[in-house]
């Protein structure tokens, strides 16, 4: 049994323990302009749209956070 405690030992390790209080909105990510650095939270966003940049007026891209599951591609 070491061996299968071990392994729930480390799946409980590398999942991330809830920090927020329930019904809070939890962020999957940030929008960002690249040229000029600027980042938005994807909470502070209203809409599906990405936002423009306040900076330079360029659509911004969303980047999903490392917590967050599937390919930030």
Known sequence: MGLLNTITDTFKAS???????EGADESTGAYWCHDC????????????????CPDCGEAMELERSPGSTGCAC
């Open 37 to 52: 650095g600027e980042r938005i939270l994807d909470t502070e966003v209203d809409g599906d749209d990405a936002p423009t």
């Open 15 to 21: 999942t991330p323990a809830p920090n927020r209080s």
